[in-house]
Protein backbone atom coordinates (compact mmCIF):
# COMPACT_ATOMS: atom_id res chain seq x y z
CA UNK A 1 0.00 0.00 0.00
CA UNK A 2 1.20 3.34 -1.37
CA UNK A 3 1.33 6.20 0.91
CA UNK A 4 0.81 9.92 -0.17
CA UNK A 5 2.04 13.30 1.49
CA UNK A 6 -0.70 14.19 3.61
CA UNK A 7 -0.77 10.09 5.36
CA UNK A 8 -3.13 9.16 3.18
CA UNK A 9 -2.26 5.42 2.39
CA UNK A 10 -3.58 4.22 -1.33
CA UNK A 11 -5.44 1.27 -1.53
CA UNK A 12 -3.16 -1.32 -4.20
CA UNK A 13 -6.85 -1.73 -5.91
CA UNK A 14 -7.03 1.74 -6.87
CA UNK A 15 -3.43 1.11 -8.80
CA UNK A 16 -4.76 -2.07 -9.99
CA UNK A 17 -7.94 -0.88 -11.62
CA UNK A 18 -6.40 2.28 -13.10
CA UNK A 19 -3.70 -0.24 -15.02
CA UNK A 20 -7.03 -1.91 -16.02
CA UNK A 21 -8.39 1.16 -17.48
CA UNK A 22 -4.91 1.94 -19.16
CA UNK A 23 -4.14 -1.64 -20.73
CA UNK A 24 -7.22 -3.13 -21.28
CA UNK A 25 -9.79 -0.30 -21.37
CA UNK A 26 -11.98 -2.39 -18.97
CA UNK A 27 -13.62 1.11 -17.36
CA UNK A 28 -14.40 4.14 -19.35
CA UNK A 29 -13.97 6.34 -15.62
CA UNK A 30 -12.84 5.37 -11.69
CA UNK A 31 -13.79 7.41 -9.23
CA UNK A 32 -11.83 7.46 -6.03
CA UNK A 33 -12.52 9.01 -2.46
CA UNK A 34 -10.95 9.10 0.40
CA UNK A 35 -12.25 6.84 3.23
CA UNK A 36 -10.93 8.85 6.75
CA UNK A 37 -11.76 6.28 8.57
CA UNK A 38 -9.52 3.83 6.89
CA UNK A 39 -7.14 7.12 6.08
CA UNK A 40 -6.80 5.19 2.43
CA UNK A 41 -7.81 6.67 -1.05
CA UNK A 42 -10.69 3.82 -2.34
CA UNK A 43 -12.48 2.80 -5.21
CA UNK A 44 -15.55 3.95 -5.05
CA UNK A 45 -16.73 3.46 -8.38
CA UNK A 46 -15.76 1.88 -11.97
CA UNK A 47 -17.85 3.17 -14.65
CA UNK A 48 -18.41 0.73 -17.48
CA UNK A 49 -16.71 1.37 -20.97
CA UNK A 50 -19.83 1.83 -23.00
CA UNK A 51 -21.11 4.45 -20.30
CA UNK A 52 -20.78 8.54 -21.79
CA UNK A 53 -19.87 11.52 -19.91
CA UNK A 54 -23.00 12.45 -19.14
CA UNK A 55 -22.97 9.02 -17.17
CA UNK A 56 -19.53 10.18 -15.91
CA UNK A 57 -20.39 13.74 -14.53
CA UNK A 58 -24.02 12.05 -13.14
CA UNK A 59 -21.45 9.66 -10.86
CA UNK A 60 -20.36 12.59 -9.00
CA UNK A 61 -21.47 13.62 -6.01
CA UNK A 62 -22.78 17.51 -6.13
CA UNK A 63 -20.84 18.44 -2.54
CA UNK A 64 -18.09 15.72 -1.97
CA UNK A 65 -14.36 15.88 -3.39
CA UNK A 66 -13.18 13.10 -5.46
CA UNK A 67 -10.33 12.07 -7.54
CA UNK A 68 -11.34 10.85 -10.74
CA UNK A 69 -9.77 9.35 -13.89
CA UNK A 70 -11.78 9.65 -17.17
CA UNK A 71 -10.72 7.54 -20.56
CA UNK A 72 -11.65 10.66 -23.01
CA UNK A 73 -12.35 9.21 -26.86
CA UNK A 74 -11.64 12.04 -29.65
CA UNK A 75 -11.35 12.62 -33.37
CA UNK A 76 -8.02 15.38 -33.68
CA UNK A 77 -8.49 17.74 -36.30
CA UNK A 78 -6.67 15.39 -38.96
CA UNK A 79 -9.31 12.83 -38.32
CA UNK A 80 -7.13 10.53 -36.19
CA UNK A 81 -8.69 8.48 -33.27
CA UNK A 82 -7.08 9.20 -30.31
CA UNK A 83 -7.96 8.52 -26.28
CA UNK A 84 -6.38 10.39 -23.48
CA UNK A 85 -6.24 9.54 -19.57
CA UNK A 86 -7.41 12.25 -18.03
CA UNK A 87 -7.25 13.22 -13.85
CA UNK A 88 -9.66 15.40 -12.91
CA UNK A 89 -9.78 16.54 -8.81
CA UNK A 90 -12.98 17.63 -8.37
CA UNK A 91 -13.29 19.66 -5.18
CA UNK A 92 -17.14 21.32 -5.45
CA UNK A 93 -17.50 25.24 -3.66
CA UNK A 94 -20.01 23.55 -1.46
CA UNK A 95 -18.11 20.73 0.03
CA UNK A 96 -16.63 21.05 3.75
CA UNK A 97 -13.13 22.67 3.91
CA UNK A 98 -11.63 20.07 5.89
CA UNK A 99 -12.18 17.90 2.91
CA UNK A 100 -11.11 20.02 0.47
CA UNK A 101 -7.61 20.45 2.33
CA UNK A 102 -7.01 16.86 2.79
CA UNK A 103 -8.10 16.17 -1.11
CA UNK A 104 -5.61 18.93 -1.82
CA UNK A 105 -2.59 17.61 0.09
CA UNK A 106 -3.19 14.30 -0.65
CA UNK A 107 -3.41 14.71 -4.44
CA UNK A 108 0.00 14.60 -6.14
CA UNK A 109 1.05 12.02 -4.15
CA UNK A 110 -2.17 9.44 -5.22
CA UNK A 111 -1.51 11.20 -8.65
CA UNK A 112 2.44 10.22 -8.50
CA UNK A 113 1.16 6.10 -8.28
CA UNK A 114 -0.85 6.48 -11.56
CA UNK A 115 1.93 6.35 -14.32
CA UNK A 116 0.28 7.14 -17.35
CA UNK A 117 -1.87 10.36 -16.97
CA UNK A 118 -2.04 12.63 -20.01
CA UNK A 119 -3.60 15.94 -18.68
CA UNK A 120 -5.05 16.85 -15.24
CA UNK A 121 -7.66 19.10 -14.54
CA UNK A 122 -9.23 20.77 -11.42
CA UNK A 123 -12.73 21.63 -11.11
CA UNK A 124 -15.34 23.18 -8.32
CA UNK A 125 -18.16 23.16 -10.58
CA UNK A 126 -19.50 21.16 -13.78
CA UNK A 127 -18.47 23.84 -15.99
CA UNK A 128 -15.15 24.01 -15.37
CA UNK A 129 -15.32 20.77 -16.85
CA UNK A 130 -17.48 20.20 -19.36
CA UNK A 131 -16.51 18.33 -22.73
CA UNK A 132 -15.71 21.46 -24.40
CA UNK A 133 -12.86 21.88 -21.70
CA UNK A 134 -12.31 18.47 -21.90
CA UNK A 135 -12.03 18.45 -25.79
CA UNK A 136 -9.40 21.34 -25.36
CA UNK A 137 -7.06 19.96 -23.13
CA UNK A 138 -7.22 16.70 -24.90
CA UNK A 139 -5.91 18.49 -28.31
Not at 30 to 59: C, H, M, R, W
Not at 119 to 132: G, I, K, N, R, Y
Amino acid sequence: MANAASGMAINDDCKLKFLELKAKRAYRFIIFKIDEKQKQVVVEKLGEPNLTYDDFIASLPTNECRYTIYDFDFVTEENCQKSKIIFIAWSPDTSRVRSKMLYASSKDGFKRELDGIQVELQATDPTEMSLDVIRGRAN
